[in-house]
């Protein structure tokens, strides 16, 4: 559905009556305006309407309805497809989530197709009719102005995993606090949302790289110091994922090692105690024979000397292992 529409006039807003032909027209004519349509997970139906008035490529077109596109960058006769995707952090499931964001920039004017939950562009377009000398530049300031917020964020959900993160490598590391059955699951579940962040910021280096280069189609070559700025803040968002996914092999392999010393110390546990049950369980097995010559087998005292024998090499054993560390 359309979500909003205006026509701008030297960086200041115009209401349009809802028909774009008109208004893109006249954004035509005027030499200093443009139109600007937003949508919301459109229909089929729903956008052949625009898709038609705006000229846009059929290839285009179809990404914008399927979505489930990597982020990107293409250049169309009649128009430049940009594809961005917002990732948002929801602390209480420690789950990270994506959406995706199509622009089609042409002549005087610019469509926006947001797919998800994530990352609205009504804060945008606000803060942009705030400046008109930055919404004056066309349809490059709403290219620029979209993919510097999403960039921001990614910034600050980096920040929000890191924190996560950073707690869960103290629980890991913590005297006691690796035993948890569900540690192993919790690493894995994080890496799965790294994992989504980096679909995300990754393939959007390559695109964000061309608007810094400049000489792209229906993009203004004056913009080139604001994109090489969205640029750095992406390669620190970049940076970030990969020291978190690094952060989380170490810890996962930390754990991993962790838990195999511990499998040890308790084989170990369990071979000591194993070990002192077997002497007395020889000696009684041996003098529990049906046998009538057996050596002190009438004397008096044999029964109080094998038990005194027993006790006196499971205490031996005892000390022999507690001292090695085994008990």
């Known amino acids: 559905m359309i979500v909003d ?10 209401e349009c009556d809802g028909d774009l032909s008109r208004a893109l027209t006249e954004a035509r004519e005027s030499g200093h305006a443009f139109l600007w349509l937003g949508l919301y997970e459109p229909t089929e139906a729903e956008f052949d309407h625009v898709a038609s008035e705006f000229a846009l490529h059929p290839l285009a077109v179809e990404d914008a309805l399927k ?30 989530s994506s959406g995706e964001l199509m622009l089609f920039l042409g002549d005087s004017f610019v469509v926006t197709v947001r797919h998800g939950e994530g990352a609205p562009l009504a804060a945008v377009r606000k803060r942009l009719e705030t400046q008109p000398e930055v919404l004056r530049h066309g349809p490059t300031a709403v290219l620029y102005a979209v993919s510097d917020a999403v960039v921001d964020h990614y910034l600050d959900v980096a920040g929000e995993l890191q924190v996560d993160l950073e707690e869960l490598e103290a629980d890991v590391f913590a005297p006691g606090g690796t035993g948890t059955a569900n540690t192993a699951e919790r690493i894995y579940t994080a890496k799965r949302q790294v994992l989504e962040f980096r679909r995300a910021t990754g393939p959007l280096a390559g695109p964000m790289a061309r608007l810094t280069a400049g000489s792209v189609p229906f993009v203004n070559e004056e913009s080139q110091p604001f994109f090489r700025d969205v640029n750095d803040h992406l390669l620190r968002a970049n940076d970030q994922v990969e020291g978190l996914d690094r952060l989380l092999s170490d810890v996962l392999s930390a754990h991993l090692a962790q838990m195999g010393v511990r499998q040890n110390d308790d084989m170990r546990k369990i071979s000591a105690w194993a070990a002192m049950a077997a002497v007395p369980t020889m000696v009684a097995g041996i003098y529990g024979m ?35 560390g085994w008990l």
Not at 5 to 14: F, H, I, K, P, V
Not at 69 to 88: I, N
Not at 301 to 320: H, N
């Open 67 to 96: 979505a489930h596109q990597r982020p990107k960058l293409e250049v169309y006769d009649d128009s430049l497809f940009a594809v961005l995707k917002p990732v948002d952090y929801e602390p209480e499931s420690d789950r990270v």
């Open 290 to 324: 049906n046998f009538d010559h057996m050596p002190e087998l009438h004397w008096a005292w044999s029964y109080p000397a094998v038990i005194l024998l027993m006790v006196g090499a499971v205490t031996g054993l005892y000390r022999l292992f507690k001292r090695r």
């Open 5 to 14: 529409s205006a026509l701008y006039r030297d960086g200041r807003r115009t």
